[in-house]
């Protein structure tokens, strides 16, 4: 008997061992910054103008920004920077608002009749604001917000169960609820968000599945190029961010067997739709898209670029640059980070969890940074080509000419308008296709999303 008793106290402690193993403890802040990092920021404030600057931005857009600019975010980051109560003050009170009333919404949402609730509000920030004023809240305050976040997580994540919509929404909704569960150290949301099949196919679900299947060419995500841009590739970062703080996996360096795709890919394939340096004015200039499909190439009256996020040097993909230039120390992306005349970018555009990245998590550039590589490419998966007059670094000032030419390929997004030509040349956009109406019918119109 006492032989039988040391052997279950013995298996009940190699269960808990393993238990303790498999799902280590919140803690905060940890999600996206640890305390560590946070004091590295304040040195990279007071040392670099840059970072004093975006600092003062944070201010400003916490104390004026709009709820869906992620202000309730900067007004968090802000006092874990700055020390100013009175800002996380501000942010607890807004999460506390949402749980109250959003907790009732959830327990008796009928999902059938309103399959979208919730679906779209920006999780990640809210879960990296309250890791940021968690030493701010009672203990009544967090068992409040996450009771909020766990029920809530719960039926978004039964909705993916019933409903669906494109690639790259599903994908940013995973990531979203995913950093609720890194933020809670909740195992089970974690093993979604990473492992999730996918009820409607694993193009739609969690980030190995769709790192398999959804990455065209080891590089392109299979939709119109400018939707993964906005809504994915800087939420993948903030997984593989979540992740690393969690436990030590590294999303950073994976890379899909299936697919040979991984995170720096998909970010160096936006690399090989650049169009040369177009001289704006502003900075050193802009670097246009090579786009296609839905949000596909435009221009304004003056022949100069069109509106977001149809280059490489817009918020969206400086975001990303921002935080794959910390961990990868790709010169390249220094180089494209160097273009604008300043580094406060607003990183919340899609649905994403940041604030001003340069802030956060930018790290100084060289003096002289080198311009990418600029390979020519035929993309059979993703159904166009990338021709190249300059192959060299030198492409991207020299004002070569290169040319976009789709393929007869179908992508999400895509348009009925094969074959299509754009080329570039002299700095500038010189012979457009451009997709006037992208919405309607076939029968009304030869392009069809």
Not at 124 to 133: C, E, H, I, K, Q
């Amino acid at each position: 008997m006492p032989h039988r008793l040391a052997l279950l106290v013995f298996q009940i402690f190699v269960l808990c061992f393993a238990i303790a193993r498999a799902a280590p403890a919140a803690e905060h802040p940890n999600l996206l910054l640890n305390r560590d990092e946070i004091e590295q920021v304040k040195a990279k404030v007071a040392q670099y103008p840059w970072a004093a600057a975006a600092l003062e931005k944070t201010k400003q857009h916490a104390l004026h920004g709009p709820e869906h600019e992620n202000a309730f975010l900067n007004q968090a980051l802000y006092y874990a920077l700055a020390g100013d109560k009175s800002f996380a003050d501000r942010a607890r009170r807004q999460l506390l608002g949402w749980a109250k009333s959003e907790l009732p919404e959830f327990r008796k949402l009928d999902v059938a009749k309103n399959p979208e609730f919730g679906s779209w509000s920006n999780w990640g920030a809210r879960a990296w604001a309250y890791d940021l004023v968690y030493d701010t809240c009672s203990d009544a305050e967090r068992a409040q917000i996450e009771e909020w976040f766990r029920v809530s997580c719960r039926v978004l994540i039964d909705t993916c169960r019933r409903w669906t919509t494109t690639p790259n929404l599903m994908f940013g909704k995973h990531v979203n609820l995913g950093l609720v569960g890194y933020c809670l150290g909740d195992r089970e949301i974690i093993d979604w968000v990473l492992n999730d099949p996918g009820a409607f196919g694993p193009q739609r679900g969690g980030f190995y599945p769709v790192m398999d299947t959804m990455i065209m060419d080891g590089r392109f995500w299979s939709e119109a190029p400018i939707y993964a841009l906005v809504y994915d590739v800087s939420n993948m970062l903030a997984l593989a961010e979540a992740a690393r703080h969690y436990d030590g996996t590294d999303l950073y360096r994976y890379v899909s067997k299936t697919s040979g795709a991984g995170i720096k890919s998909v970010i160096d394939g936006y690399l090989l739709m650049g169009f040369p340096l177009e001289r704006t004015g502003i900075g050193q200039g802009r670097v246009r898209l090579a786009a296609f499909g839905d949000g596909g190439t435009s221009y304004n009256p003056s022949g100069t670029m069109g509106k977001d996020p149809e280059d490489l040097t817009n918020p969206s993909y400086l975001t990303v640059l921002e935080l794959a230039y910390a961990h990868y120390r790709d010169p390249g992306y220094a180089w494209l980070l160097s273009l604008p005349p300043d580094r406060n970018t607003p990183g919340w555009n899609g649905r994403t969890p940041w604030g001003y990245t340069a802030l956060s998590h930018g790290r100084p550039l060289p003096d002289h940074p080198t311009p990418p590589p600029a390979p020519s490419g035929v993309y059979d998966s993703q159904g166009f080509a990338l021709l190249r007059a300059d192959e060299s670094p030198t492409y991207w000032t020299s004002g070569a000419l290169a040319a976009l030419v789709t393929l007869g390929k179908t992508v999400g997004h895509g348009h009925s308008d094969h074959y299509q030509l754009v080329l570039h040349g002299k700095g500038r956009l010189l012979y457009p296709d451009l997709n006037v109406i992208q919405y309607e019918p076939t029968y009304l119109n030869p392009n069809v999303a």
